[in-house]
């Protein structure tokens, strides 16, 4: 069976500093990685997708990708109060479903 | 450009009858999935759609049943409910790779 791991949390992290998320994967064939955002009562929404190895910058938000490893992590730099979120990890192989994480839960304390 | 949209947005159903819910997703999306989120088990996933045809398919029993309509607007019902299928419902539509959610569908099983 195909799993996405994430540690649940909470992860908290100090207003301004850099909040370090993690995400690992069973499938080798996994192609496609995302990361979603997912405030409480509300639906996930996109923040990136990474393809190929290596790093990928937008904004304040990195994703990084070692496929070689089955890792994906998501660094979020000068974390805001407004970042505190439940983030989602998901992996798709090509035709195939997304498999979403659980979840790590971040608080940006003020 | 409308995002994803579900209704109804809440419904409340006792156990035994079933529910019908919609989603219309982004215009010239053709790829429907849909999901279940609960607070225990995270987002799973039931089904995906494309171009009216079932593409691939969850864990989940036959009382859980989709279809997609030629206009790429897809309903899923659930019949004879259980407390168990209380959860958010996402609908997720996907044009180039990525998923896009709507807002859910919040069933509530008494």
């Known amino acids: 069976q195909k799993e996405v791991e994430q540690n649940s949390g909470p992860l908290s992290v100090p207003e301004g500093a850099i909040a370090s998320l993690n995400c690992t994967y069973s499938?080798?064939?996994?192609?496609?990685f995302f990361w979603y955002r997912q405030y409480s009562g509300k639906s996930p929404e996109l923040i990136m997708s990474i393809y190929s190895n290596g790093d990928k910058e937008d904004g304040r938000f990195t994703a990084q990708l070692n496929k070689a490893s089955q890792y994906v992590s998501l660094l979020i730099r000068d974390s805001q109060p407004s970042d505190s979120a439940t983030y989602l990890c998901a992996v798709e192989n090509y035709g195939q479903n997304f498999v979403f994480g659980p979840g790590t839960r971040l608080s940006v304390l003020p | 450009k409308a995002g994803v949209t579900q209704t109804p947005r809440y419904l409340i159903k006792t156990r035994g009858q079933q529910v019908t819910l919609s989603c219309s997703p982004i215009s010239g999306h053709r790829s429907v999935s849909w999901y279940q989120q609960t607070p225990g088990q995270g987002l799973q996933f039931l089904f995906e759609y494309f171009s009216e045809t079932q593409r691939n398919k969850g864990n989940f029993p036959g009382r859980f049943s989709g279809r997609q309509f030629s206009n790429s607007r897809s309903e899923m019902n659930v019949s004879t409910l259980e407390l168990g299928d209380s959860a958010l419902y996402l609908c997720?539509?996907?044009?180039?790779?990525?998923?896009?959610f709507g807002e859910g569908s919040r069933l509530t099983v008494l």
């Open positions: 997720a539509s996907s044009g180039t790779g990525e998923l896009f």
């Open positions: 499938d080798r064939g996994s192609q496609s």
